[in-house]
């Protein structure tokens, strides 16, 4: 290779590195969304239904406290591809750790390790947060499922303001002190991986100072050459090692049992956590839908029946963390701090919108349409291997209670708008 | 009298002046930029592919797994690379070159990686350190000058070494603490409280199986079974390096048939023209003491 060659592979490298790096900024600089709406429709409408998020507040200062909440139903009808719930974990979706967690409860149960859920259950989560890390952050409650992976809610913006550098996260021991999770044993940690790299390289270069490669391999070549580099410095040099090592080990070993004479092993047990379950006077039933993929709208029949004492009306229809309202829903359900970008006010409509009388059964035909269905990518829903569909229900009686069904289905897609 | 027997060797290379401090500058360029580098950057990417969590995070520093898999997986690059090593320069070095090469790769990664780009603290992906159990694995080499031997003894207290040297690290994270009513370790808090979006807890692989009934002494048990097996690791790694580090060429015969010559380290040598002749117009060497 000659001079030019190697010019011309310096250009075409630094190139590649600049184009690298161009690409890193430009991506990682706008980090919007993180992927959230890339997870198939069947696993975001039918698994975890997420309902009544709250991201509180939405600004902070570095150390303030914060709270992510909700609600989220675990669907009936969770879908075949999908591994069942036996070991989950409600987990905070967060570009990095934001925020530090305090502590997390699920229908008033701590949740530090994975535990099972139930197919139908309902799951209140409250999880205490520390501001860490200042910036925009989008942040999303998440449920990971042992076997499918992490299933991500609804996402919703939180600001930090402050210094990372002012950020402590305390914590009291049992056995008396406080230590602060950001440092705790970080200099000791520091400190033996030094001590003992500072060893391994004293060795290496007691080997290094003298002829190391060609002359050792021509001496090697030759009778008695294995014999002649067999140095007897060498051997008291090992023998000395093998004395600080072991000194050294046994010295760490027993210094650090005396510092620390209570201990326990890590804690791995899991949660028994008693899932409650949604209430309703109404019985819905699918009885068809379909997906109109121009018109970008899910277009259902359902028979309903009201078993209770009051006229109820249906005001929500959430799927996937989407929320679709009318006017209904915009009355007695408007969190002012919900996310614009994943709800759609006017997204409901009823070809009949007076009440479900006591008693009485009906089919209605509701019609959620909006461009959210493209936007959050739930019109994939035609490539996905089971052609179903699933989300929550809401209806409103007059003096604002809510009742809140589960429904779920076949759907089928349509193409064109003559089809339609 | 010399410390070392640096003058004899260089006396028995049999090379003149100008190849010796030839050989120095190829000692130089080979050692820093090819094989320590080449060491650390492969040896990196084999251990975090293998047992990358554990050594990740501290709420997975078990007593069973973490003890488990770490000194296996720690002793396969220093099985093939002290083959190496040792076979063709008589380098006691081969172990602890490959481990403090992982771990220059690991700070490297703890700083640029997990601090810098994903901010965690450095205390929660801090590393297992093994440099001690390598060093007592080449002083055991140098030391009994025997593959066997050195399976058998130095990689036993390699692996067993694991633990108390790495107690000091980790012994704090072990203290325990109450939160929300329940008992936890500091790491397990620390692996609460410290979101990851990507690894839920779930991944983690506590003391799950059989070894923990042996009357609580875990940690001990699950070294000696390491042992054991880092030993099996070792001999195949060591075979791998033979494998790998097979040297042999070419040579053009008088008649001008070609064969296979495995002894490469004798070519240029006095001995090596004594047994395959000259080039045209070079005088045969005479050898002294033989005839
Ligand atoms: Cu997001």
Known sequence: MNTKNILKFCVIGSVGVATLGLTLVFNASPAVAHGERSQ???????????????????????????????????????????????????????????????????????????????????????????ARLPGHHHIHPMLAVNGAGPIAGPGGWMDITGNHKDFTNPIKLLVGGTVDTETAGLAQGIFWHILWGGLGFLWIGWFMVRPMFLIRARVLAQEGGDELMNDPADRVAAYVMLGVCFTIIAIGFFVTDSQYPYTVPLQAGAPLIKPTHLQSDLTMKVLAADYDVPGRALRMTLTVTNNGETPLRIGEFTTAGIRFLNKVGVANNMDPNYPAEIMALDGLNMEDDSPILPGETKDIKIDSRDSLWEFQRLMDLVHDPEQRFGGLVMSWDDSGNRHINSISGPVIPVFTRAQG | MALFRTAEIIKASKLPPEGVKLSRMIDAIYFIPIAYFGVFATFHMHFDLLAGDWDFWIDWKDRQFWVTVTPIVEVMYPGAIMYYFWTFYRQPFGATLSITGLLVGKWITIVLAWYWWANFPANFVMPATMVSSALILDCTLLLTRSWMLTAIFGVWAFAMMFNPSNYPLFAYSHQPVVVDGQLLSLADYMGFTFVRTGTPEYIRIIEVGSLRTFGGHTVWISAFFSAFISMLMFTIWWQVGHFVGQSFFWVKGKRGVRYRKNDIMIVGTDEYALRHGTLPGVPAPVLEGKS
Not at chain 1, 83 to 102: A, C, D, K, W
């Open chain 1, 40 to 130: 198939e429709p069947f696993l975001r409408m039918r698994t975890a239904q997420w309902y009544d998020t709250r991201w509180n507040p939405g600004k902070t200062a570095v150390n303030d406290e914060a709270m992510l909440s909700g609600k989220m139903h675990i669907a009936e009808d969770w879908p075949r591809a999908v591994v069942r719930p036996t070991r989950t974990f409600i987990n905070v979706g967060s570009p990095s750790s934001v925020f530090t967690r305090l502590s997390s409860k699920v229908n008033g149960t701590p949740m530090f390790t994975s535990g099972p859920m139930e197919l139908g259950g309902d799951y209140e989560y409250v999880i205490k947060l520390r």
